[in-house]
């Protein structure tokens, strides 16, 4: 009956202890220093871009910013219907960084057909179309979250780099 307590007491004893939680092995201090790098290098990266973005406004005030976060300038507002989500839309197109380099457009690549809110081409082109109509002419630079973000895109679009999409949408 000794023996029974004595081994229940120093069970009861080593079951009570508290443990130190077990640190994942990604969480060392090297890895701290590094998320910390990596997110002064994204700010500093959205920093540019911003005054990027600025730069080109300053230059160019017929640009109004949209609560949306684009910056749009109409060329011509259409005279067809709203457009709707899941409609079919054709557009002529330019896609340019704010330098003026064009990097694809119907042009060279045919008009553009997407189904609007689909996701066939830039988050910011189905959220853009919305607030347009049939036959509308538009130049909206999108900020590069709602384009290529940090991917960005072939050759000639890098990481963090706004756009500037020249939009004729067809009848």
């Not at 996701?119 to 590069?144: A, C, H, K, M, Y």
Request: aromatic share 8%; charged share 20%.
């Amino acid at each position: 009956m000794r023996l029974f307590l004595v081994v229940l007491l120093t069970c009861l004893c080593v079951a009570c202890t508290e443990k130190n939680p077990q640190v994942p092995a990604n969480k060392n201090s090297d890895n701290s220093r590094q998320e910390t790098d990596l997110l002064q290098y994204n700010k500093a990266c959205l920093q540019a871009e911003t005054n990027e973005i600025s730069q080109f406004i300053q230059h160019h005030p017929t640009y109004a910013a949209c609560d949306e976060g684009w910056w749009i300038q109409v060329i011509k507002k259409g005279d067809g219907p709203a457009i709707q989500p899941m409609q079919p839309i054709t557009m002529l197109y330019s896609v340019e960084r704010l330098d003026g380099s064009i990097c694809y457009s119907s042009d060279t690549d045919g008009e553009k057909k997407i189904i609007v809110g689909k996701r066939q081409w830039l988050q910011g082109i189905d959220l853009l179309l919305p607030t347009l109509t049939i036959g509308s002419e538009v130049n909206v630079i999108f900020p590069s979250r709602m384009a290529y973000g940090l991917r960005g895109k072939d050759n000639c679009i890098g990481s963090y780099c706004p756009i500037l999409c020249r939009i004729v949408i067809q009848q």
